[in-house]
């Protein structure tokens, strides 16, 4: 069964830097769109960042500029690279294969001084 694992969440002052990873136990990671959702207590969970396999990628607005996905298919590893954090990206961070076919476990991401 393939599973996705999260790490690199933490607290970080606002405009600070943190980089998420999210590694697929499976090598069908290569063939997958991977990509990175977010969640706060009470909202729905929220598109952040896609990339395909032919590492094409795609933002939401409020992450444009900002934030980088980005992917090693031979480590089977997706990354999202967030610079100039604000506490409104204050959220749990999940990665995802499909996207939405597959979940990992979410990472917590929190931005205050």
């Known amino acids: 069964q393939v599973q996705l694992v999260e790490s690199g969440g933490g607290l970080v002052q606002p405009g600070g830097s943190l980089r998420l990873s999210c590694a697929a136990s499976r090598s069908i990671f290569s063939f997958y769109t991977m990509g990175w959702y977010r969640q706060t207590a009470g909202k729905e969970r929220e598109f952040v960042a896609t990339i395909t396999s032919g590492a094409r990628t795609n933002y939401a607005d409020s992450v444009k500029g900002r934030f980088t996905i980005s992917r090693d298919n031979d480590k089977n590893t997706v990354y999202l690279q967030m610079n100039s954090l604000k506490p409104g990206d204050t959220a749990v961070y999940y990665c995802?294969?499909?996207?939405?076919?597959?979940w990992g476990q979410g990472t917590q991401v929190t931005v205050s001084s």
């Open positions: 995802t294969a499909g996207p939405g076919i597959l």
